[in-house]
């Protein structure tokens, strides 16, 4: 059973990467369409849809679904959009959506959003030094997510739609990948007493937390 995580990463992965390459296609090889706005908006607009409902936020959940449906409407109507913008729109939208998301968690009072996955995957329990650490991984990620924000509108507004396009579709995903490198390597390298663990572990926390989370309908106690 230990394989399941880690083919799941790989099978998001793949995925990911036929969607990256089909959207630069779209974008950049194939003449202006509203069904390649379509084609290159709906699948991420699904994925926030599903994600939102499963985390409770059922308004963004139905706005993601409505969205779906106004772009495929005036697809069918032939109502020419402004490919470029919204293109632009979902991709430093989604970047800033997540520095706010990472960065509401470090109000006071809140626990940071890398600290609450830490805790799962070590089974509830930090030792202060982890905490902070944690905190502080959370912190960065909302800046970098800000980075890529500012530089993608920068890009879209000083440079070739092209330059943008390739940026968007490569540059950002292979800079996320090398976050999590860097951080992963980062980590051990200033605090080799943490215990380790990987992305499969996180995985593997995650989903058994959702799993626990619906306990009690079924009469079991929540620790």
């Known amino acids: 059973m230990q394989f399941r995580p880690a083919a799941r990463i790989a099978a998001f992965a793949l995925a990911g990467l036929a969607y990256v390459a089909g959207s630069h296609w779209l974008m950049t090889q194939t003449q202006a369409s509203p069904w390649n706005v379509v084609g290159v908006l709906t699948p991420m607009l699904v994925i926030v849809a599903l994600g939102a409902w499963r985390s409770g936020h059922h308004g963004l959940g139905v706005l993601a679904v409505l969205a779906v449906a106004a772009l495929s409407g005036l697809a069918l109507a032939g109502v020419q959009v402004s490919s470029h913008a919204l293109y632009l729109a979902q991709h430093a939208g989604i970047y800033l959506f997540l520095a706010c998301v990472f960065g509401s968690t470090l109000r006071a009072g809140r626990t ?23 905190r502080n991984v959370t912190r960065a990620w909302m800046i970098f997510f800000l980075g ?22 490569w540059v950002s995903p292979v800079a996320v990948a090398l976050m999590f490198g860097i951080e992963y390597l980062l980590r051990y390298r200033l605090h080799p007493e943490f215990e380790r663990s990987s992305v499969s572990d996180a ?19 929540v620790p």
Do not use: C
């Not at 890398?114 to 905490?131: D, F």
């Not at 890529?148 to 579709?169: E, H, K, M, Q, R």
């Not at 619906?214 to 079991?220: E, I």
């Open 112 to 134: 940071a959003l890398i600290t609450t996955l830490a805790r799962r995957v070590h089974g509830g329990h930090l030792v202060p030094e982890m905490a902070r650490y944690t």
């Open 148 to 169: 890529i924000s500012a530089v993608s509108f920068g890009l879209y507004f000083f440079a070739s739609f092209d330059t943008w396009a390739v940026f968007a579709n």
């Open 203 to 221: 995985v593997r926390a995650y989903m058994n937390s959702n799993a626990k989370t619906s306990a009690p309908a079924q009469g079991k106690a």
